[in-house]
């Protein structure tokens, strides 16, 4: 059935995707077995990986070989990933885009390695896990069975797109500071407001001692990419999260 399944998606997403990183219309699908790429934009080269669900997973992603994906993301080439759901009828209900730029270390969770019996014994894989992502990450390009303007889709990854050029581990950074803001429910907020959940930080980065420092220099990221503005006397306000 998995089999079955991706080849009716992949079928689907070539006749009817598009690229998200500019302005082509059309993506073509990637040589069979490139690692972590099922597609691909022949005018800005972006790369996306299809994953296909009749229910989507909500805390973990089940990918491929680690440290194939530790060295993309590394090398800043890791795949957008494109979350397909679909019904029994084989109905299109949500497509969603995991923008690239939100895949760091520190949401790859290393598998154990097969056991010496197993046909590939020693091959480690790896979990995406999406309950460590902020929800900025994921774009919707259908959503109950709607589909969503190019105009807008592209306008909300193009977003995101400055963040690739920053280092992996900056970006595990920004992507948790932006994460706790979400989850704090705080529309405005004060340095203090965070300062307070420091253990968050400290939970993914127990060895860091300028958390402070971090976090305020994390702001004046997302402050870059339009999602939080400075107010003065220490306020601060988090944009909504757009479609």
């Known amino acids: 059935m998995s089999q079955k399944a991706r080849v009716i998606s992949e079928s689907w997403f070539a006749a009817n995707g598009y690229c998200l990183a500019c302005d082509s219309d059309e993506i073509i699908r990637s040589k069979a077995n490139t690692r972590f790429t099922d597609f691909h934009c022949l005018q800005c080269s972006h790369e996306y990986e299809l994953k296909t669900f009749s229910r989507r997973p909500t805390r973990t992603l089940?990918?491929?070989?680690?440290?194939?994906?530790?060295?993309?993301?590394?090398?800043?080439?890791?795949?957008?990933?494109?979350?397909?759901?679909?019904?029994?009828?084989w109905c299109v209900t949500r497509l969603s885009a995991l923008h690239a730029a939100f895949l760091t270390p520190s949401v790859i969770e290393k598998r154990r390695p097969l056991a010496i019996t197993a046909k590939r014994a020693g091959w480690t894989g790896c979990n995406?896990?999406?309950d460590r992502i902020s929800p900025d990450a994921e774009i919707d390009i259908i959503e109950s069975r709607r589909l969503i303007l190019k105009a807008d889709v592209r306008r909300k990854f193009s977003q995101f797109q400055t963040l690739v050029r920053i280092p992996a581990m900056e970006r595990g950074w920004t992507n948790l500071v932006l994460k706790v803001l979400r989850e704090s429910g705080l529309k405005q907020f004060t340095l203090n407001d965070i300062y307070s959940r420091k253990k968050h930080f400290s939970a993914v980065y127990p060895n860091n001692r300028h958390l402070e420092a971090k976090i305020r220099q994390q702001l004046q990221v997302l402050r870059d990419v339009g999602l939080v503005r400075f107010d003065g006397n220490g306020k601060y306000t988090l944009d909504h999260i757009s479609c």
Do not use: F, H
């Open 128 to 130: 995406i896990r999406l």
């Open 62 to 89: 089940v990918d491929g070989a680690y440290r194939t994906l530790m060295l993309k993301i590394s090398q800043g080439t890791a795949p957008t990933i494109l979350m397909l759901e679909r019904n029994e009828q």
